[in-house]
């Protein structure tokens, strides 16, 4: 695609809250009059790949200013990726920390937790390879009796759960070794729906967390909602965007 016509299109839509997939096409045919709507998928394709436009929903995109969030990994979570990569090479998985949420939190928690997210028929197995040589205390799919006697009071607890399917995830490279992590549409829901494990992250902390999450980085809504109905919270996490951050959210919940 010409630059002098992305740049057209970047001058085009930049000052609109959003347009729709019909106004690209209507675009596009200015320049394109025979514009087959087989090669104008590609055009939307290649826009989004050069982060030129981002999808807000289906069928409703913005000109795209904000980065994809990509948090930094430590060596502890590289070295923990290693392992469960070379031992479960089959097996899909998803690894964080949530020391990456400080970004976004209003208090910084001094506590660190991993989580790892893997397919069900590979929690136990996983568990028991990390178990005797882990200096962490591992945590199998913990109930609210673990979670308030036992998380609550570990300095750097890891937690395993099985990975919920179709869950919003992207590959990582780092050092060589590839592995998983999820993204941010996925840790805004597990936030919410896991308000027992996540108990020192809800009320106006977690109001801070969406909100500044919303602000600085690039949300799939479309994602974000599907997974969020795969976990039973949609409108409830619709509702709780609306009242707390309507500005932010207003043209995207319907």
């Known amino acids: 695609m010409p630059k002098v016509i992305e740049n057209r299109l970047i001058d085009e839509f930049k000052n609109r809250e959003y347009f729709t997939r019909e106004d690209l096409f209507e675009f596009y045919r200015y320049f394109e009059p025979d514009l087959k709507k087989g090669t104008f998928g590609w055009r939307i394709y290649d826009l989004k790949d050069k982060n030129i436009i981002r999808q ?15 948090p930094e990994i430590s060596s502890e979570l590289i070295k923990l990726a290693k392992r469960i990569t070379n031992k479960f090479e089959d097996a899909r998985y998803c690894i964080w920390e949530t020391e990456w949420l400080n970004e976004f939190s209003q208090h910084q928690a001094s506590r660190r937790i991993i989580h790892i997210e893997i397919e069900k028929d590979f929690t136990e197995s996983l568990y028991y390879e990390l178990k005797d040589s882990s200096r962490n205390e591992l945590y199998l799919n913990p109930d609210d009796k673990v979670i308030d006697f036992y998380i609550a009071e570990s300095e750097y607890p890891v937690i395993i759960k ?11 490279t780092e050092k060589r070794v590839e592995f998983y992590t999820p993204l941010l549409e996925k840790i805004l829901v597990d936030l919410f729906a896991e308000e027992r494990l996540f108990y020192y992250l809800q009320g106006s902390e977690l109001m801070h967390i969406y909100e500044n999450a919303i602000s600085n980085y690039g949300i799939n809504f479309t994602k974000l909602f599907s997974y969020a109905k795969r976990r039973e919270r949609e409108q409830e996490i619709k509702q709780f965007m609306t009242n707390h951050m309507h500005h932010l959210v207003q043209d995207i919940i319907e």
């Open 56 to 70: 807000i929903k289906r069928g409703l995109y913005v000109i795209s200013y904000k980065p994809k969030y990509k």
């Open 162 to 172: 099985k990975l919920i399917t179709r869950s919003p995830i992207a590959k990582r």
